[in-house]
């Protein structure tokens, strides 16, 4: 399990100690950097955010005849009134989906005209220009950069895969990952294991693992590979939730609900 620390940001000044505050006397009409009123852009974002376009950003996205997954994307609009999700739509705007349809994952959001990607390495990059977008708009209109993520990402499942990762698969992929660095293990739409030293890459992946943080010998090739069996056995459970709601799961605990030979099972009957 990996543990951060979380320090005074470099965009916000710490506020000195009081003693500073008394043995300095400051000119008339100084101010310190602590004194200067912050503009947070929530309420900016929540009365603008149907108004902007992100045509611009798109890729030409048409889903082929043999996709497997697509990605479309919400936006958090800051309103704790509103249940309803917000989706960025073909026409490059954004709107709100009822309340209903908000949280089934079987719903045809192609009703709604929502705009879909079909590429992974494109969605990743897709995102990341929007919230280039988002926070370019706030600071050119005198805010600051908003806290936290506005734009995530939902995947979709639309087809089953032609492959079962094994335990050797697994075993070989964490054996060959450097443990100098924190490292994830992800299972795709197609049925393969990965892993992946960018933590926000596995959220555009059906099943994500904790991640083995670095200099802990979960991994590498001095690893005794101790989590090998649970991390196999957590990700056919993983992927059995894909396979039966078409949900992406994050797996930081085996289940064991069912046995291996029974998950294997259950899987290979989606297999095409």
């Not at 990996?2 to 000044?13: K, P």
């Not at 009365?47 to 958090?76: Q, R, V």
């Not at 708009?137 to 908003?146: H, W, Y």
């Amino acid at each position: 399990m990996c543990f951060f620390l979380v320090g005074c940001s470099t965009n916000n000044q710490c506020r000195p100690n009081i003693a500073w505050e008394l043995r300095f006397k400051p000119e008339k009409g100084y101010k310190r950097p602590h004194d200067k009123l912050h503009k947070y852009p929530d309420k900016f974002i929540s009365a603008e955010c149907f108004n902007w376009d992100f045509s611009d950003l798109m890729y030409d996205s048409h889903k082929p005849e043999n996709a497997k997954i697509g990605y479309y994307f919400t936006f958090k609009v800051n309103n704790s009134l509103s249940k309803n999700m917000t989706c960025l739509l073909r026409n490059g705007m954004l709107a709100e989906l009822n309340s209903h349809d908000s949280y089934d994952v079987h719903s045809n959001f192609d009703d709604y005209d929502c705009y879909y990607i079909y590429n992974r390495t494109q969605a990743i990059e897709f995102i990341n220009k929007c919230t280039d977008f988002l926070n370019d708009l706030c600071v050119k209109n005198g805010f600051e950069i908003p806290f936290g993520e506005h734009f995530s990402v939902v995947l979709r499942k639309l087809g089953n895969p032609s492959h079962l990762f094994s335990i050797h698969e697994i075993e070989q992929l964490m054996r060959n990952a450097d443990d100098r660095v924190n490292n994830t293990l992800v299972i795709d739409e197609n049925g393969y294991a990965h892993v992946t030293n960018d933590e926000n890459s596995g959220l555009f992946f059906p099943v994500r693992h904790e991640s083995w943080c670095a200099g802990n010998n979960y991994v590498g090739k001095y690893s005794t590979l101790e989590t090998l069996e649970d991390d196999y056995l957590s990700s056919l459970e993983g992927i059995l939730v894909w396979l039966q709601h078409g949900k992406a799961t994050y797996r930081d605990y085996v289940s064991r609900d069912f046995s291996v030979d029974e998950l294997i099972g259950m899987v290979r009957s989606f297999i095409e």
